[in-house]
């Protein structure tokens, strides 16, 4: 296993001695309403559809070898928050913002998920695979390594349930693409704010559900994120 180091996030075990691990023990179930931000496809006009799988190998927990990756938050603030915040400055910078042209090229979008076993990466199960906080902070390439094995491992685990590094309060999910989940399926009550749809239509099994995408702009929580995160909004 790969020595942990302050400030360095450690690369994972190979596939095989990670494999042996009783990740079941670690994970624990997912269900309910959640929010998709979503962003201006230049080619179309339009929206990039809400429920998309990424394989690009670009971001924390999409490695381009896995099954693809999802990614889901629990508020709107948590969703502005895991876009945005690597450029926002402290209180009263005027980086802490947010143009009227970025209101209009990003949308949001509410998605059910059936029950679906995650990776719990908190307290003691971060140690208990071999690493520590820095998966949630550290360096993105090394993380996704992680991912992959995550992904492999046996026990088929659909996810992982992370704490934004920004807040962790707030709850995010890597969600993998595992089978059943698409053909994703609109659902028409899917309707913002989440806090009052409880788990919604999510079911035991079944596909994804999403909602109607609502630009950014007109979202009907925007003005109250905004006002708990302190940004503004500039032409």
């Not at 889901?72 to 042209?101: C, H, N, Y």
Request: with cysteine; glycine share 10%; hydrophobic share 40%.
């Amino acid at each position: 296993m790969p020595k942990k180091t302050p400030g360095k996030l450690n690369s994972p075990p190979t596939q095989a001695e990670f494999d042996k691990l009783p990740l079941a023990n670690l994970c624990g179930p997912v269900k309910g309403v959640f929010y998709r931000l979503h962003s201006l496809n230049p080619a179309t006009g339009k929206a990039w559809p809400a429920v998309f799988f990424s394989l690009r190998g670009a971001t924390r927990f999409d490695p381009a070898g896995g099954v693809g990756t999802l990614y889901i938050g629990s508020s709107l603030v948590g969703a502005l928050m895991e876009m945005f915040d690597d450029r926002w400055g402290p209180q009263g910078d005027p980086s802490r913002s947010l143009t009227k042209r970025e209101l209009l090229q990003w949308w949001v979008t509410l998605l059910a998920i059936p029950s679906v076993t995650v990776f719990e990466a908190q307290q003691l199960n971060l140690s208990k695979i071999g690493t520590d906080f820095q998966l949630l902070t550290g360096d993105h390439a090394i993380a996704r390594k992680w991912a992959l094995r995550i992904m492999n491992h046996p026990a088929n685990v659909g996810g992982i349930l992370y704490g934004s590094r920004h807040d962790t309060t707030r709850r995010n999910v890597a969600l993998f693409k595992r089978a059943g989940l698409t053909p994703a399926a609109y659902e028409k009550t899917l309707i913002p704010p989440a806090a009052k749809l409880g788990p919604g239509p999510a079911k035991d099994i079944g596909p994804l559900l999403f909602g109607r995408e609502i630009r950014l702009r007109d979202h009907p929580e925007l003005s109250d994120a905004l006002k708990s995160l302190e940004v503004a909004i500039l032409p």
